[in-house]
Nanobody, 123 residues
Framework: QVQLVESGGGLVQAGGSLGLSCAAS????????MGWFRQAPGKEREFVAT????????IYRDSVKGRFTISRDNAKNAVYLQMTSLKPEDTAVYYC????????????????WGQGTQVTVSS
């Protein structure tokens, strides 16, 4: 199990930008692919982006392509999500998660989760 703590959420106007961070407490961070998910009220948790263990490969959900960027720093045990051109429909609690395998978009494939951070985009 990996302990994950997200930070950086907040309130932003539509069209604005916000950066999320996720700190991992583990000595083997580079052994995990990392993902970002989000959950809006009354909706199921959905995949946002994932990054490979090395950081060289990424996958995004279609609605955030070109607007969101996932990255990681294995030396700092951290993964990031930079969000630009935010829309009201991006409003959700954002979670980071860890998986032993890359390219997985279903939440059940991720065994370690953070507590989430709220992102609210006003119109």
């Amino acid at each position: 199990q990996v302990q994950l703590v997200e930070s950086g959420g907040g309130l932003v106007q539509a069209g604005g930008s916000l950066g999320l961070s996720c700190a991992a407490s583990t000595t083997t961070f580079s052994a995990y692919a990392m993902g970002w998910f989000r959950q809006a009220p009354g909706k199921e948790r959905e995949f946002v982006a994932t990054i490979s263990k090395s950081g060289r490969s990424t996958i995004y959900r279609d609605s955030v392509k070109g607007r969101f960027t996932i990255s990681r720093d294995n030396a700092k045990n951290a993964v990031y999500l930079q969000m630009t051109s935010l829309k009201p429909e991006d409003t959700a609690v954002y979670y980071c998660a860890a998986s032993l395998n890359y390219a997985l978009t279903a939440p059940f494939n991720y065994k370690s989760w953070g507590q989430g951070t709220q992102v609210t985009v006003s119109s």
